[in-house]
């Protein structure tokens, strides 16, 4: 699976639109993008995956570029309950040594 | 509402006991995982399998064993635990076939070696 880049640290008031971007230039054809969320020490919890196109649910949307190398996790409405960890991770059907990293530590304040 | 389960959810036990962490799932995943995490650190994967009866090593050396004997269990062995293995240790699953294949984890095991 393919190495992903997230920014350390961002920083979100609360009920604002949180703008979490990941760089995975080396991505294939038919990976995945995936978005995981940790909080406190909680196993990591699904956010939202897509392939090409940009995907919305009940917790995010995920926005992809064009050349697929970059994409973006919004959430539209911090709260104080969506500061944790982070993860963006490229997956596809054959992976199994998937790449977690450090992910991007979210802090929403009041 | 869990699909993977994990126990215990916390352990502190003394140095050479032998322990074994549950891991189950209800969804028919052929694969499985586990990782390690120390606090505040990246996850790292220690073991996983495709199916019944298949186990690797993952990039983190770990002197765990594993054993995949049903779809739906993947237990973790210490033989004898040492404070190094203090850690959390998470198990997880994916779907091998349909469009999502995605981890679902469960909460983890927080293990201290004393």
């Known amino acids: 699976d393919a190495k992903t880049t997230q920014p350390t640290s961002m920083d979100c008031a609360e009920g604002r639109a949180a703008n979490l971007p990941c760089n995975h230039s080396?991505?294939?054809?038919?990976?995945?993008v995936y978005w995981y969320r940790q909080i406190h020490s909680q196993g990591p919890q699904y956010i939202i995956h897509?392939?090409?196109n940009n995907e919305t649910n009940e917790m995010a949307s995920l926005i992809i570029t064009e050349d697929r190398k970059s994409s973006t996790l919004i959430l539209p409405h911090a709260t104080l309950r969506d500061t944790a960890v982070y993860y963006c991770?490229?997956?596809?059907?054959?992976?199994?040594?998937?790449?977690f990293g450090a992910g991007t530590r979210l802090f929403v304040k009041a | 509402e869990a699909d993977i389960y994990q126990t215990p959810r916390y352990l502190v036990i003394g140095t050479g006991k032998k322990i074994t962490l549950e891991c189950s799932q209800t969804m028919g995943h052929d694969k499985m995982y586990w990782y390690q995490q120390d606090p505040g650190m990246e996850l790292h994967l220690i073991h996983y399998s495709y199916g019944v009866n298949s186990t690797e090593k993952g990039d983190l050396s770990s002197e765990s064993t594993v054993s995949r004997i049903r779809t739906e269990h993947f237990p973790l062995t210490l033989e004898s635990a040492r404070p190094s293995h203090t850690s959390q240790y998470l198990c997880?699953?994916?779907?091998?076939?349909?469009?999502?294949?995605?981890?679902?984890f469960g909460s983890g095991t927080r293990l201290t070696v004393v």
């Open positions: 080396t991505i294939s054809g038919n990976e995945y």
């Open positions: 991770i490229v997956r596809g059907t054959g992976g199994f040594k998937t790449i």
């Open positions: 997880a699953s994916s779907a091998g076939a349909g469009r999502n294949y995605g981890y679902t």
């Open positions: 897509g392939l090409k």
